[in-house]
């Protein structure tokens, strides 16, 4: 089974330029979430997808960032336009279960660090 | 007060030795607790879930909860140096929710 995956790993963009994240989830997994951890502090939750459809972002930071998931398959999160402060490593995560998501771990994806200079 | 906490670190601890791993959390209402180890640059993977009262155990690993106290723990038994990492708890009430991570450090 192919893991969650994260494209790119890294990325070096200069303020005011936008960022397009991409996460590809564990094919079948109903949920996908976008995760962000900045330098010393703990990964904060931006985001969640079930299938195509947002049940939360209630933690997306401001309007600068806009996240899709088309068909319900892979998801982008776009940056636009970059801040100093957005810097940190992105973490896309997926699990299988809508219904007893309870139940169901995350499974991660290693990350985008984005770096805005 | 911070949703998910976690025993501050670094956390050195000898070869062999029993490393324990402290996590506390605010939301009464969340139903299932998950430790996640993460190695520095790599994504963070799951160790152990854990949903009801008690203890829980996986080969060298033993996670307990305690609801009551809103708390809930990760030991390690005759720790590697291969165990150094950072060990995030994670807590689902109405999304997760992650402490900020303690450091192992597993020393030959």
């Known amino acids: 089974e192919a893991g969650v995956t994260q494209f790119p790993s890294h990325s070096v963009i200069e303020k005011g330029q936008t960022v397009t994240l991409r996460c590809d989830p564990i094919?079948?997994?109903?949920?996908l979430y976008w995760y962000r951890r900045v330098m010393g502090k703990e990964i904060k939750f931006l985001l969640h997808?079930?299938?195509?459809?947002?049940?939360?972002e209630s933690g997306m930071p401001n309007n600068r960032f806009l996240a899709e998931r088309t068909g319900g398959t892979y998801s982008t999160l776009k940056v636009q336009p970059a801040e100093l402060e957005d810097s940190g490593v992105y973490f896309c995560?997926?699990?299988?279960?809508?219904?007893?998501?309870?139940?169901?771990?995350?499974?991660f994806g290693n990350g985008t660090r984005l770096t805005v200079t | 007060q911070k949703e998910v906490e976690q025993n501050s670190g670094p956390l050195s601890v000898p070869e062999g030795a029993i490393a324990s791993l402290n996590c506390t959390y605010s939301?009464?209402?969340?139903?299932?607790f998950f430790w996640y180890r993460q190695y520095s640059g790599k994504s963070p993977e799951l160790i152990m879930s854990?949903?009801?009262?008690g203890d829980k155990e996986d080969g060298r690993f033993t996670a307990q909860l305690n609801k009551a106290s809103q708390y809930v723990s990760l030991l390690i038994r005759d720790s590697q140096p291969s165990d150094s990492a950072t060990y995030l708890c994670?807590?689902?009430?109405?999304?997760?929710?992650f402490g900020p991570g303690t450091r192992l450090s597993v020393l030959p």
């Open positions: 995560a997926s699990s299988q279960d809508w219904e007893r998501i309870r139940n169901s771990p995350l499974h």
């Open positions: 854990i949903y009801s009262n």
């Open positions: 997808f079930v299938k195509e459809s947002k049940q939360d």
């Open positions: 094919s079948g997994h109903d949920n």
């Open positions: 994670a807590v689902y009430g109405q999304n997760f929710v």
């Open positions: 939301d009464r209402g969340s139903q299932s």
